[in-house]
C-alpha cells in the first residue's frame, strides 16, 4: 500500500525550494535580520542578521585552516550557539560536514574519522566533564588529521577573504551515523536537498510560525537538530538552546521562557508530564505550549491524551531514521484517536509501503515498512551496505515493522529484529510494552527477548517504577492476563530498574539491557 500526502501552501514563509542551507540563512537574515533566532540558558540571545555575520566570520577562519568545498569534516559540539554557527560556516564553505554524537568515545570516533577520510575534527574541550581534545588526538592517532578545539570559541577572519559561493543542492554535504544498534555505527550521506525535504515533512506536519519558540533540548549533532536548523531559515521561529537536559530544570526554563514547540520525544515528553505532577494545582509549567513535538521512539498510546489532560497540547509524534529522517508525521489537525495510537500519515512526497516475505500488504496487514522520498539517504558511505538497505525497485528497507489503515495513518509496530521468538511463535516487544506503560505502577518499560534453553527466547520485562510502586511477577502476569495478552506472550522474567538505558533520540538501547540481564542475543 503506497501512501503520499500532498503539502499545502503555507503562506508567508521563505520557500526552501531548490535552495541550499546558506542560502536559506542568508534569505532569512535579509528578511528579518533583527528577529531574534536562539537564546541559551546563559541568556545569550541571537538574531537572524547577528547569525549570518558570524558564520561569515567563522567560514573565513576555518578556510584559513585550509577548509573548502569537498573538505570532509567531523565536529562534535553539545547544543549551543557555536553549533549553530559552525554549521552555517561549513555550509557556506561547501565543506561535507559529519556531525558527531557527544556520547560517542574513542573507537566510535576513529571508525568514523578513518572511513569518512577525516581532514578535520573539531571538538568543544571539555564538556560534562570530559576532555574531548586527547580523545580527538588518540582516535585520529595516524591518519593525518587536523584537530581544532572550539572552547567555546570558533577562529575567526575577515569575511572578504571568503571565496565565492558555490551552491550545491543535491551533492554531498552531510554524513550521519546512525547511534550504535550494530557493532560500527553507519554513515548515511545526505545533500541539502534531502535535509530539506525532512524539514518539509516537519514544517507540514507542525505549521510552525515565526511566532513560536521551539526545544533544542537533543544533540544538535543529531540528524534531527540539524533540520531544525533548515526549520528555522524557513519560519523565523526561535530556537531555545539547551546543552545538557535536566529533567528538574530544563522543563521549568522551557516554560519561563515560553515553549511552545516542547520537543523532542517520549522521553523529553515523560520528564515534561513528570515535572508538571510536581506543581500545585492549576499552575502551568508550560503555559504557551502548543505541541509536543518529535519522534526517534516509540510513544506509549496513553500519553497524548495525558499531556492533554495535564498541559493541554497534544502530542505530535512521527517517525523516521537516521537514513530517512521524517518519513511520516501527525497532523496538528489530526483526530486524538490518530494522535495517541497512530506514528502519523506519509508527509509531502513520501511514498511507504508494507512488505512481508516479498509481497506487498493491503490495509491494516503487518509488514516491513519501505519509503521513497526526497528525504530518503543517498546510500551509505561504505557502499557495500546499499544492496542490503535498497531492495530492487530502490525503496529503502527500514527495518521497522508497522501497518498503515484505510486512512493512510501509519503505526509502528515493532523491529524486524525486535522480535522475540518463543516456540517458534513471534511476539511482538512493542504490544507488551505498551500494555505495561498502561499500569498505574510502571513510570517505563522495555521487553526484551533473552536466550532459553527449552522455548529458543523468553521474554523479559525491564521496568522503571512510579514513586513509591510496587510490582512482582505475580502482579505483571496477572494483570497482563487481565488485559488479554495470550499466554505465550507474556513476559517469564521481571526486572525493576531506576532507569532505562537511552540514546540522546530516545530510543531504549536494548542490546545493553540484553548484555545485563542474559547475554547478547
Known amino acids: 500500500m503506497d501512501t503520499v500526502n500532498p503539502m499545502p501552501n503555507d503562506a508567508g514563509l521563505i520557500d526552501t525550494a531548490g535552495k541550499t542551507l546558506w542560502q536559506l540563512i542568508c534569505e532569512r537574515a535579509d528578511a528579518t535580520p533583527d528577529k531574534r533566532m536562539a537564546i541559551d540558558e546563559k541568556g545569550r540571545t541571537l538574531t537572524f542578521g547577528q547569525y549570518r555575520s558570524w558564520s561569515e566570520r567563522v567560514a573565513a577562519g576555518l578556510a584559513h585552516r585550509g577548509i573548502g568545498i569537498g573538505t570532509n569534516v567531523s565536529w562534535i559540539l553539545p547544543s549551543r550557539f557555536e553549533s549553530l554557527v559552525l554549521a552555517a560556516a561549513l555550509s557556506r564553505l561547501g565543506a561535507i560536514q559529519n556531525p558527531i554524537l557527544p556520547i560517542y568515545r574513542t573507537r566510535e570516533v576513529a571508525f568514523i574519522t578513518r572511513q569518512s577520510s577525516c581532514a578535520v575534527i573539531i571538538v568543544p574541550g571539555i564538556f560534562r566533564g570530559f576532555d574531548y581534545t586527547p580523545m580527538a588526538i588518540e582516535a585520529t592517532r595516524g591518519q593525518g588529521v587536523q584537530v581544532i578545539v572550539a572552547d567555546p570559541d570558533l577562529a575567526e577572519a575577515d569575511p572578504s577573504t571568503l571565496p565565492a559561493y558555490v551552491p550545491a543542492l543535491t551533492d554531498l554535504r552531510w554524513l550521519f551515523y546512525s547511534s550504535g544498534t550494530t557493532a560500527d555505527p553507519k554513515g548515511a ?116 491524551y495525558e499531556m492533554m489532560a495535564e498541559m493541554g497540547a497534544p502530542v505530535i509524534g512521527g517517525w523516521g531514521l537516521t537514513e530517512s529522517p521524517i518519513n511520516t508525521m501527525v497532523h496538528v489537525d489530526d483526530p486524538d484517536d490518530k494522535k495517541a495510537t497512530t506514528d502519523g500519515r506519509a508527509c509531502p512526497d513520501v511514498q511507504i509501503r508494507v512488505v512481508i516475505d516479498g509481497h506487498e500488504c493491503g490495509p491494516n496487514e503487518e509488514g516491513e515498512l519501505r519509503v521513497k522520498g526526497p528525504q530518503v539517504c543517498m546510500g551509505y558511505l561504505d557502499s557495500s551496505l546499499d544492496a542490503e538497505a535498497f531492495d530492487e525497485d530502490g525503496w529503502f528497507r527500514t527495518g521497522d515493522l508497522g501497518v498503515i489503515d484505510d486512512g493512510g495513518w501509519v503505526s509502528i509496530t515493532g523491529r524486524l529484529k525486535d522480535i522475540i521468538i518463543r516456540k517458534g511463535e513471534n511476539i511482538s516487544a512493542k504490544e507488551i510494552e505498551d500494555l505495561l506503560y498502561a499500569h498505574p505502577s510502571v513510570a517505563d518499560a522495555a521487553v526484551i527477548g533473552l536466550p532459553d534453553t527449552s522455548s529458543g527466547e523468553r521474554a523479559c520485562a525491564v521496568v522503571v517504577l512510579k514513586p513509591e510502586a510496587a510490582l512482582t511477577l505475580a502482579d ?24 532505562l538505558p537511552r540514546n540522546p533520540s530516545g530510543k531504549v538501547l536494548k542490546k545493553d539491557l540484553r548484555a545485563t540481564y542474559g547475554g547478547t542475543t
Open 476 to 499: 505483571m502476569v496477572a494483570y497482563l492476563k487481565d488485559h488479554q495478552l495470550s499466554m505465550h506472550k507474556v513476559p517469564e522474567q521481571l526486572e525493576i530498574v531506576a532507569a
Open 189 to 304: 550521506k545526505h545533500s541539502d536537498r534531502s535535509m530539506s525535504a525532512a524539514n518539509t515533512g516537519m514544517q507540514w506536519s507542525m505549521e510552525v510560525g515565526p511566532d513560536d519558540k521551539a526545544a533544542v533540548v537533543f544533540p544538535i549533532t543529531h540528524v534531527g537538530g540539524l533540520v531544525w536548523l533548515f526549520n528555522a531559515m524557513q519560519t523565523g521561529v526561535e530556537l531555545l538552546m539547551v546543552e545538557t537536559f535536566s529533567p528538574a530544570d530544563t522543563p521549568r526554563w522551557l516554560g519561563e521562557h515560553g515553549v511552545t514547540c516542547a520537543g523532542a520525544g517520549t522521553v523529553f515528553w515523560l520528564a515534561y508530564l513528570n515535572a508538571q505532577r510536581q506543581l500545585p494545582p492549576g499552575q502551568q509549567l508550560m503555559p504557551a505550549v502548543r505541541i509536543f513535538n518529535g519522534g526517534g521512539a516509540p510513544k506509549p498510546k496513553t500519553l497524548h
